[in-house]
Nanobody, 115 residues
């Protein structure tokens, strides 16, 4: 399995913004619905948002109106714009195909939101 590489995480104050990126190799990206997942402390990994090949999106209730998922199929890159961050968004963020993880999981990117 090919592996994705996530980046863009960091430490931000509550109310701030971050933009995450995910580089995904091969043609699988262009034909797949892609998703951002996150693992909050002490919790299982969960879907944050997903986007299909024609731009259709879904979001977890907890991030609706604050996060925006997008993709650049020419660059094989998935993005997650995160605004109005709060401490409950702190965790490790991953990308992969939705819902089966057809890529090997990357290291993820840590997002820490301070109050």
């Amino acid at each position: 399995q090919e592996q994705v590489v996530e980046s863009g995480g960091g430490l931000v104050q509550a109310g701030g913004s971050l933009r995450l990126s995910c580089a995904a190799p091969g043609s699988l990206f262009r034909i797949s619905t892609m998703a951002w997942y996150r693992q909050l402390p002490g919790a299982q990994r969960e879907v944050v948002a997903a986007i299909n090949g024609i731009g259709g999106t879904i979001y977890a209730e907890s991030v609706k109106g604050r996060f925006t998922i997008s993709r650049d199929s020419a660059e094989n890159t998935l993005y997650l714009q995160m605004n109005s961050l709060n401490p409950e968004d702190t965790g490790v963020y991953y990308c992969n195909t939705y819902t089966k993880s057809l890529y090997s999981w990357g290291q993820g990117t840590q997002v820490t939101v301070s109050s």
